[in-house]
C-alpha cells in the first residue's frame, strides 16, 4: 500500500483544512486508517482513525467536536476535515494504514505510512 498525503498549510487559529490520503495498492475496505501527528520535540499522537469500511470511528480528545475523518473507499481516499483550528495543533500529520479493517489509536498497528503534510496554524 502507498500513501499520499496532502492537503496542509499555513492557517490563521479558527481556520479550516481539509487533509487528503489517497492510497493506491490494495482495496481500500480491506485496512482500517489513522491519521497522526507530531509537533516538534514532542512524541506522534493519534488524532483520528476509521474502520475499512467507515463506520467506526476514533477520535483523540484534542480532535473531538473540532476534527472529522470520513472515507471514500470507491476512489480510495480517507479525508481529515480540521475544523477551529488552534496554533496547539501545528505538527506534520500523516496518514496511516493498517492491515485489517479495524480502527487502531497504536502506531505500531499501522503497517504502511505516508509522507507528512504540515499544518501550521498562527495566533
Known amino acids: 500500500v502507498q500513501l499520499q498525503a496532502s492537503g496542509g498549510g499555513l492557517v490563521q487559529a479558527g481556520g479550516s483544512l481539509r487533509l487528503s490520503c489517497a492510497a493506491s495498492?490494495?482495496?481500500?475496505?480491506?485496512?482500517?486508517m489513522g491519521w497522526f501527528r507530531q509537533a516538534p520535540g514532542k512524541v506522534r499522537e493519534v488524532v483520528a482513525a476509521?474502520?475499512?469500511?467507515?463506520?467506526?470511528?476514533y477520535y483523540a480528545d484534542s480532535a473531538k467536536g473540532r476534527f472529522s475523518i470520513a472515507r471514500d473507499n470507491a476512489e480510495n481516499t480517507v479525508y481529515l476535515q480540521l475544523n477551529n483550528l488552534k496554533p496547539e495543533d501545528t505538527a506534520v500529520y500523516s496518514c496511516?494504514?493498517?492491515?485489517?479493517?479495524?480502527?487502531?489509536?497504536?502506531?505500531?498497528?499501522?503497517?504502511?505510512w505516508g509522507q507528512g503534510t504540515q499544518v501550521t496554524v498562527s495566533s
Open positions: 476509521i474502520s475499512g469500511s467507515g463506520e467506526r470511528t
Open positions: 496511516a494504514a493498517k492491515l485489517g479493517s479495524g480502527v487502531s489509536i497504536m502506531a505500531g498497528s499501522y503497517a504502511f
Open positions: 495498492g490494495r482495496t481500500s475496505s480491506d485496512y482500517g
